[in-house]
């Protein structure tokens, strides 16, 4: 059986701002991971080192311009060896809220409870210094890293 997980975060920005940071790779990796390679293109590819340790992989499954990205999730390295590349799916859904936008982030297809706790613990780390970037601000060096 798998479960999925949902954090949502509103945050002071504009859509067409907060979907920068889901679709370039230098803005990606100012609020997650250090170092990466993507193709920010339905069916193209990425890999992130997200905390030094723990890296993950993946494909984009859609990219809908300031409303919707959905890519595939899974660890080459630490992270959890029950979710593999390609095993469960991340799908970034963001609405306009006044002059911000509400964040909604599904991760589905997990196997475990350990597995949904472990990454919402997660999400809720990185939407926070998502929300601080994207508003313009610093959230500082990652504390996981």
């Not at 990796?29 to 340790?53: C, H, I, K, Q, R």
């Not at 809908?64 to 390609?86: L, N």
């Not at 469960?88 to 991760?107: C, I, M, Y």
Request: charged letters at 20%; a negative charge.
């Amino acid at each position: 059986m798998t479960s999925s997980v949902t954090v949502e975060k509103r945050i002071n920005a504009r859509p067409e701002t907060v979907f920068g940071f889901f679709t370039d790779r230098d803005k990606w990796l100012s609020w997650m991971g250090a170092d990466g390679t993507f193709s920010f293109e339905p069916g193209g590819a990425y890999a992130t080192n997200v905390t030094g340790d723990n890296h993950a992989a993946g494909t984009f499954v859609e990219i809908t311009p300031y409303h919707r990205v959905v890519f595939t999730w899974g660890w080459t390295k630490g992270g959890m060896p029950d979710v593999p590349p390609g095993s469960s799916t991340v799908t970034v859904d963001l609405a306009p809220d006044g002059e911000g936008t509400q964040l909604r982030l599904t991760h589905s297809g997990l196997p475990t409870a350990e597995a949904c706790a472990a990454h919402e613990e997660g999400w809720r780390h990185y939407t926070d210094r998502l929300a601080t970037r994207a508003a313009g601000g610093d959230p500082g060096p990652d504390a996981w890293m």
